[in-house]
């Protein structure tokens, strides 16, 4: 993937998952919500599993073992090994391995993926900053952590002990609504320290680099629902990225994104990986082309003239908005041409 300014999504004459060898595919938002199915996802997974694609789950949450979120993922309809699972656990491990002596101590604050994954590098995790660690680790630990992991944290870091996170994401979603995620934690000992974590998970380089090696991917496509982790994390990598419409992400959001948060396609839900991509055609002249849509962008807001699939209208609408951006986020009002969409 090319790292000039993205102006549209791009077309696909085939089918995504014949175009690419690999779905990197996040949890949260696009696999599942709360932990029940989302609507398509898995007979499409199935079709793309037995057409030849393979299937490779990439979270940012540290706290459940691969072999946990597997047999999650199996009790869904959706077969699935520790194998096919890669975490932001394992991605901190390996860069924390990378830096200090196998058999290392490392202070634990977080959850039971995060111990597995140290132990997996032959690291071995402690509770205590009394324990002597050679390294901080910090993931997300569900919300029963005691608040007393971040005061071990706080002690061992103030002892010149290097910190790294799992992740910095905010949020997490829950059954019941957003929850602090890492990234929320994470702050409490930044506040508290003054120090700077390194961090492991998307969108930063480490993570790619995990799920590459465990997966040996050579075209792998990106499937995710947050601009700023999954869409990131794929421009950050120099890979192609799939948003589907199914979590965080919403049509205002879309059109407002800065080039490293505009992903390469568009779809509704995981339904996307099994069909071709239409293309967007024309210029900022004469309004872009998608379906039976055209958007233009006017001296404040975008407009848009038309009928068909709301999809192709928020195709259409991407080029003129991430046009009119450029380098920067679109400011242009989207409202009452995401209304005649119903977005």
């Not at 390996?94 to 132990?119: F, I, M, Q, W």
């Amino acid at each position: 993937m090319s790292r000039s300014v993205r102006t549209r999504p791009e077309g696909s004459g085939q089918a995504l998952s014949e175009a690419y060898d690999t779905a990197l595919l996040d949890l949260d938002g696009v696999v599942y919500a709360g932990g029940d199915a989302i609507a398509h996802a898995v007979e499409s997974l199935a079709t793309a599993r037995d057409g030849g694609m393979r299937l490779a789950y990439v979270t940012n949450n540290a706290l459940r073992t691969p072999d946990a979120v597997a047999g999650h993922l199996t009790e869904l309809g959706i077969p699935a090994g520790a194998e096919d699972v890669i975490t932001s656990a394992q991605a901190v491990a390996r860069l924390v391995a990378d830096e200090v002596p196998s058999g290392a101590r490392v202070l634990v604050v977080g959850g039971e993926g995060l111990r597995v994954a140290l132990r997996e590098r032959g690291l071995m995790p402690v509770e205590s900053a009394d324990d002597d660690p050679v390294a901080v680790v910090q993931g997300y630990g569900g919300p029963e952590l005691p608040w007393g992991r971040f005061a071990e944290a706080c002690y061992a870091i103030a002892r010149g002990v290097p910190w790294f996170a799992s992740n910095t994401d905010l949020t997490i979603p829950s059954a019941r609504g957003i929850a602090p995620g890492n990234g929320a934690a994470v702050e409490v000992v930044r506040i508290a320290t003054g120090a700077e974590p390194r961090v492991a998970g998307k969108p930063l380089p480490p993570m790619h680099r995990e799920t590459v090696l465990r997966t040996g991917a050579e075209r792998p496509l990106v499937v995710g629902d947050r601009l700023d982790t999954d869409i990131e994390g794929a421009f950050e990598g120099r890979v192609d990225s799939l948003l589907v419409l199914t979590g965080v992400t919403d049509g205002a959001r879309l059109l407002a994104a800065p080039p490293e948060h505009r992903p390469t396609y568009v779809d509704a839900d995981l339904r996307g990986l099994l069909t071709g991509q239409p293309e967007v055609s024309g210029t900022a002249q004469e309004g872009f082309r998608c379906g039976g849509w055209t958007a233009t962008a006017g001296a404040d807001r975008l407009e848009l003239a038309g009928d068909g699939a709301a999809l192709d209208g928020l195709r259409a609408l991407c080029a003129a908005a991430w046009t009119a951006g450029g380098e920067e986020g679109c400011a242009l009002d989207a409202e009452k041409a995401l209304a005649k969409l119903g977005l």
